[in-house]
Every structure is written in C-alpha cells, then in structure tokens.
C-alpha cells in the first residue's frame, strides 16, 4: 500500500509559478513510475506529466509542454512538478498518481495509487 501526499498548491497570478510535491509513504517510489493528473470543475480528470522510475523518460500534455516539468527525487520518494507561465486554465485540482501497469501514461487507468490533491488557483 502507498501513500501520496500532495502539497504545493495555492493562488498564483497569471504568469507566476508553483512548484507541487508528492510525497509517498508505505513503500518506495523508486520502481514506480509516477503521473500528475488535474480536474477542473465541471471536466474529466486528465493527464499533465509523467516520468519513469529512472526519471530518463518524462512525457507531458500539449497544454503544459514547455510550462511544466515533471521530476523525482527517489532517494526522498517524492516526486515534483514545476509549473511556470501558469495560465487561468491551468485552475484545477492536480494529482499525483502512481502507475501500476505497463500502459500509456496518459491513461488514468493506468494508475493504482492517488493522492488527495492539492489546489492551484490562477488568477487572471
């Protein structure tokens, strides 16, 4: 059993940065591959940004490439992600999510274990 912890979240102006943490408990990270999901309200839960157990492979959404960056610290089981030039339509709940299976990252059924979530507001 893991468990994930997000925090980071808060009001940003538009065209400021977050940074959110995921912090995990239970067992290690370090063979898990890990996602970040949000869900604005009203919308489906979709993918932001995925990285590999090595943190040598990171895929991202279209909406947040070359905004966002995915990392992870295994040695802390924590894994990252950077958020700059935030934009209003990047106003969600963001998640972080541990993958179990061998599928496309952008699934989230490709996801076992997920954290509360933490909210980032950006404002206009």
């Known amino acids: 059993q893991v468990q994930l912890a997000e925090s980071g979240g808060g009001l940003v102006q538009a065209g400021g940065s977050l940074r959110l943490s995921c912090a995990a408990s239970?067992?290690?990270?370090?063979?898990?591959?890990m996602g970040w999901f949000r869900q604005a309200p009203g919308k489906e839960r979709e993918f932001v940004a995925g990285?590999?157990?090595?943190?040598?492979?990171?895929v991202y959404a279209d909406s947040v490439k070359g905004r966002f960056t995915i990392s992870r610290d295994n040695a802390k089981d924590t894994v990252y992600l950077q958020m700059n030039a935030l934009e209003p339509e990047d106003t969600a709940i963001y998640y972080c999510a541990a993958k179990a299976y061998s599928g496309s990252y952008y699934s989230p059924r490709q996801y076992e274990y997920w954290g509360q979530g933490t909210q980032v507001t950006v404002s206009s």
């Open positions: 990285i590999s157990t090595s943190g040598g492979t990171t």
């Open positions: 239970g067992r290690t990270l370090s063979r898990t591959a």
